[in-house]
């Protein structure tokens, strides 16, 4: 991987810059920070996949963001190159995106204490979302088919209908955000249930319960008919972790909010 690194870095006229490595799952992933041949903080990352596997949504997410948003009005850090190799039966894609400086909100996904963020930061977020949802793609983050399955199986409830689909981040997590806002790591973004990243950033807020409320004061469309199929996916989706033994401190209130969302079907609300 860090052979790879080097030569793309060279491949793409970029100098790599001392600093921390950041290895991804399984060190599928290694980025580190770069400079452009013009002197812009860059950033480069080198993801690997076996050849038959180096394609489909998320190999091509962060190349058909940067198509569909460009940098979305600076909320995006913007894609500036991409360079493909081969190595044997591996395939590596070199992304040199634009280095952002914020620290992410949170070192795990699921946030761990109460973050006081302004309104224009809730604002910005919203409005970037908004636009997000508003771009039509064939590419699919949630399929029907996963819903039928896996909602009976973990909520508990029947799959509810899905109102609205829409374009989503599916991945809107408390360590894919900065303040102020940019938003990171689009490899999964497509079509979803309406509301799906505003229920994913709920779901890991349920820790912080001030911040959570604030989360659902943001996306109204939480506790709506509309956004039940939205909220029940994601339930589904941590719980199945759980199910792996994964996010297990989130269990307890995961199974609330499967509760919660049952007795709201059930009143047909």
């Not at 793409?12 to 013009?38: C, H, I, K, N, Y």
């Not at 199986?153 to 609205?164: D, N």
């Not at 991945?171 to 490899?187: I, R, S, Y």
Request: hydrophobic share 45%; glycine share 8%.
């Amino acid at each position: 991987m860090r052979a790879h690194h080097a030569r793309a870095a060279k491949a793409l006229d970029v100098q790599s810059e001392p600093g921390s490595e950041f290895w991804g799952w399984s060190g599928r992933t290694l980025g580190a920070p770069a400079r452009t041949a013009a002197g812009a903080p860059a950033w480069l990352r080198v993801v690997s996949a076996p050849e038959d596997k180096a394609a489909g949504t998320l190999w091509d997410g962060a190349l058909d963001a940067q198509h569909a948003f460009g940098d979305l009005d600076g909320y995006r850090p913007a894609l500036l190159g991409v360079h493909d190799a081969f190595d044997d039966t591996t395939t590596y894609r070199a992304e040199l995106s634009a280095r952002v400086d914020e620290p992410v909100l949170s070192g795990d996904p699921v946030l761990q204490r109460d973050l006081q963020l302004p309104d224009s930061w809730w604002q910005d977020l919203t409005g970037a979302l908004e636009k997000v949802s508003a771009v039509a793609t064939e590419r699919v983050a949630v399929r029907q088919q996963y819903m039928d399955r896996a909602i009976p199986e973990f909520p508990g409830i029947p799959a509810p209908a899905v109102t609205c689909w829409t374009s989503a981040h599916a991945d809107l997590h408390w360590a894919n955000v900065t303040a102020p806002l940019k938003v990171l790591d689009w490899e999964g973004w497509g079509r979803a249930p309406e509301g799906f990243d505003g229920a994913t950033l709920y779901a890991c807020t349920l820790l912080q319960p001030d911040t959570a409320a604030r989360v659902r004061a943001a996306f109204p469309v939480l506790g709506s008919p509309a956004g039940l199929a939205a909220e029940a996916t994601v339930c589904a989706q941590l719980l199945q972790t759980v199910a792996r033994g994964d996010n297990l401190v989130l269990e307890a209130q995961l199974r609330n909010w499967a509760e919660t969302s049952s007795a709201y079907r059930s009143a047909g609300l």
